[in-house]
């Protein structure tokens, strides 16, 4: 029962999370460069296109091909 509890709570506040960035979204101005529309067109909360960002530049660090250690 403790889990559902805690689960719904974190849920709920995923969701006020969501919404607060989702408010601060609504503010622009009327020259708006192509690259705020895109980030606005992509739907994903600011948080999650940073860590995607970030995940890219990270993947782009990693060798290429790694040795089999026997």
């Given at each position: 029962?403790?889990?559902d509890?805690?689960?719904?709570?974190?849920?709920?506040?995923?969701?006020?999370?969501?919404m607060?960035e989702d408010?601060?979204?609504l503010?622009?101005?009327?020259?708006?460069?192509?690259?705020?529309?895109?980030r606005?067109a992509?739907?994903r909360p600011?948080?999650?296109?940073?860590?995607?960002?970030?995940?890219?530049?990270w993947?782009?660090?990693?060798?290429?091909?790694?040795?089999?250690?026997?």
């Open positions: 029962m403790y889990c509890a805690a689960g719904n709570e974190m849920i709920g506040k995923l969701l006020k999370m969501q607060l408010d601060d979204e503010a622009y101005t009327p020259a708006e460069t192509d690259e705020a529309m895109k606005e992509d739907g600011g948080w999650m296109r940073i860590l995607s960002s970030d995940l890219l530049e993947a782009k660090m990693l060798p290429k091909v790694c040795k089999v250690l026997l």
